[in-house]
């Protein structure tokens, strides 16, 4: 029922980014992810290129395997805004997602030069060498964010349960779990 509020709300108010935001959600609701591209790419040539709607974007076209068009619009975002911590960091999801592995480890390893103790980026770079098998970088990964006070004790806690829940794991990497412990 929203849907043709929404439509005729862009039509109406062109220029606030919300409108276009909620009509892409309403129609990859209704799983027509290509409308909701539609929206946001005429979001883009209205208004430029905004970060919540870029990011939508990017997700939704990874969802349809239009990877190559995800990493262009991670690299415009780059582009725009070349010293805000969080776009490479996008640029490294996109290329994890789109299998280019070895230009997903350098923008991940960039983004952590640019800021050793962002808690978002070491997460994200944690979760890629786990999905990866890659247990020594992982280890090494999730002992910086030991270190960081911005890191949840809570969430230390709970990785550490995680951690010797799996047998295998916690078998091969005894001593580097006890010293994150």
């Known amino acids: 029922e929203a ?34 591209i539609a929206i946001l790419d005429s ?19 990874i969802s349809t395997s239009q ?38 480890r350098a923008k991940f390893k960039e983004t952590i030069a640019m800021d050793s103790t962002n808690v978002r980026a070491l997460s994200a770079y944690a979760d890629y060498c786990s999905h990866k098998n890659d247990g ?11 270190t960081i006070d911005g890191f949840s004790f809570e969430r230390k806690i709970d990785l550490i349960k995680r951690l010797m829940d799996n047998n295998k794991f916690y078998g091969e990497n005894y001593f580097a779990i006890w010293r994150l412990a």
């Not at 862009?10 to 909701?36: C, F, G, H, M, T």
């Not at 979001?43 to 076209?61: I, Q, S």
């Not at 020594?136 to 030991?146: G, H, K, P, V």
């Open 136 to 146: 020594a970088e992982y280890i090494a990964t999730l002992q910086r964010l030991y």
């Open 43 to 61: 979001a883009d040539m209205r208004l430029g290129k905004m970060e919540p709607l870029t990011e939508l974007k990017r997700h939704l076209l």
């Open 67 to 104: 990877h190559d068009r995800a990493i262009e619009e991670a690299q415009q975002v780059i582009e725009a805004v070349p010293y805000e911590q969080s776009t490479p960091l996008t640029l490294a999801e996109t290329y994890a997602a789109a299998g280019r592995d070895s230009l997903a």
């Open 3 to 36: 849907l043709p509020i929404y439509q005729r709300l862009v039509k109406i108010d062109s220029k606030n980014p919300d409108n276009y935001r909620i009509l892409a959600l309403l129609y990859q609701r209704r799983e027509q992810p290509y409308s909701a």
